[in-house]
């Protein structure tokens, strides 16, 4: 990642509302939720909320698919392991010993 695309993602983020949605939707996995469902559990109107989720895309931070009459709005865990990645590839001077070195890699669920 280059500083140009962690300082775009970084901004998407520097917001509670934004940071709060990213954070639901990361904890929901793989699976993402409706637009519908992250709005109520965040309290926010539909109109704030689809300005941040703008924002959240332009970012790269999430993906969204329409299914039928619902949008579906998924975390990019690429994207996110790739922030930390340039966050921390220099952590300790680079020895193999610092911190953690774990990625997120979301596991679908059992039906």
């Known amino acids: 990642m280059e500083s140009a695309a962690a300082l775009l993602t970084l901004a998407a983020l520097g917001h509670d509302t934004r940071l709060a949605a990213f954070r639901q939707l990361v904890q929901a996995g793989p699976d993402g939720l409706?637009?519908?469902?992250?709005?109520?559990?965040?309290?926010?109107?539909?109109?704030?909320?689809?300005?941040?989720?703008?924002?959240?895309?332009?970012?790269?931070?999430?993906?969204?698919?329409?299914?039928?009459?619902?949008?579906?709005?998924?975390?990019?865990?690429?994207?996110?392991?790739?922030?930390?990645?340039?966050?921390?590839?220099?952590?300790?001077?680079?020895a193999t010993t610092c911190g953690p070195t774990t990625i997120c890699i979301p596991t679908e669920k059992a039906t």
Do not use: F
């Open 34 to 94: 409706s637009v519908g469902a992250l709005r109520d559990v965040l309290g926010v109107p539909p109109a704030t909320l689809s300005a941040h989720l703008n924002i959240l895309r332009a970012a790269d931070l999430v993906q969204d698919e329409r299914e039928g009459r619902v949008i579906r709005v998924r975390a990019n865990y690429s994207r996110m392991n790739a922030l930390l990645a340039y966050l921390t590839e220099n952590c300790c001077a680079g």
